[in-house]
């Protein structure tokens, strides 16, 4: 029985859409970082934003990254609602880390600002991604 049902599991694998396995094959590329820039950090900024909202982003992204190479590339794909937002969240972020007047209560706000303009316009993110699935080979 056991290897029945594994041999079920693989068949189902098998019978993915070829968007599904292109969207696969996106994030695959991704968590091996070789997913082309922007998408690449599109796919970061995702992945951290629905993990932890725009404080997690900007402390894990600064921690093993270039956060300003990462929100310069996001400003080359996000939509301008989400550009926006995405650059009032980092400029509080910098003010914030650098001590220049930014309180933690003032700083949680506006990450949760940013958080809900992120949240209302998701599907723009997936969107895109979605075209840049639709470009892999299998």
């Known amino acids: 029985m056991g290897l029945f049902n594994l041999f079920k599991r693989k068949k189902k694998k098998e019978e ?12 695959d590329l991704w968590s091996n970082e070789k997913a082309d820039s922007p ?6 900024y995702l992945s ?12 894990n992204v600064s921690s093993v990254s ?3 190479g990462t929100v310069s590339e996001l400003y080359t794909i ?3 609602v989400l550009k926006e937002s995405l650059e009032k969240g980092y400029d509080t ?4 880390e650098a001590g220049e007047g930014i309180t933690e209560e003032i700083y949680a706000e506006i990450m ?4 809900d303009k992120y949240y209302a316009n998701e599907t723009e993110i997936e969107h895109i991604l979605k075209e840049y699935a639709a470009t892999m080979t299998l």
């Open 112 to 115: 949760d600002a940013c958080d």
């Open 16 to 27: 993915l859409p070829i968007e599904a396995l292109k969207w696969n094959k996106m994030w």
């Open 93 to 96: 972020h910098l003010k914030y």
């Open 48 to 59: 951290e934003v629905n993990n932890g909202g725009h404080m997690q982003f900007f402390d």
């Open 78 to 80: 996000l939509p301008i």
């Open 66 to 68: 270039n956060l300003s």
């Open 39 to 44: 998408y690449a950090e599109l796919m970061t």
